[in-house]
């Protein structure tokens, strides 16, 4: 196989046939002019081009953790689910403790199992109320927190 081009987008660089789901990894720092530092996180619940989650289920996951990660640290910026359907990427600023990063994806994710609603879901709150999955949600949080002790291990 030739070698690829070196795209602009990080994980375009990432060889996603080289990873191995579950995983949390350091995907981009960026130093802004101030001084603070953006660190974002790629956090992969699925394989790569082997499964993928339901968009019922990633949209609820979204709103959960967008809502309840910010329960456990004020460095948070930003919660948003890739294209492709098979994770997150988690966005902090000035904070680059890696184990505490997995200390709130965990926390969150138990936030997720103990959930009876989807916070803003709701057609005031939400741009697609009707594509919400708590129960799928939950399950993807299961099977993620299931494989906690594999979440530093990002290659196969």
């Not at 600023?93 to 997720?112: A, Q």
């Not at 993807?140 to 290659?155: G, I, N, S």
Request: net charge negative; hydrophobic share 40%.
């Amino acid at each position: 196989m030739a070698a690829q081009q070196k795209m602009n987008v990080e994980s375009f660089n990432l060889d996603h046939t080289k990873v191995a789901a579950p995983y949390v990894r350091l995907a981009g720092v960026k130093e802004g002019i101030n001084g603070d530092v953006i660190r974002k996180y790629d956090i992969r619940f699925c394989q790569p081009n082997k499964e993928h989650l339901e968009m019922p289920a990633l949209h609820s996951l979204e709103h959960m953790m967008a809502e309840f990660s910010r329960n456990h640290s004020d460095k948070i910026v930003d919660i948003g689910p890739m294209g492709c359907q098979t994770g997150y990427y988690m966005a902090l600023i000035n904070h680059d403790d890696y184990e505490e990063v997995l200390d709130i994806l965990e926390k969150t994710l138990n936030d997720i199992l103990k959930a009876t609603e989807v916070p803003a879901c709701n057609e005031v709150q939400c741009g697609w109320a009707a594509s919400h999955s708590l129960e799928g949600a939950k399950e993807a949080a299961r099977k993620m927190l299931a494989k906690r002790d594999e979440w530093t291990e990002v290659f196969a």
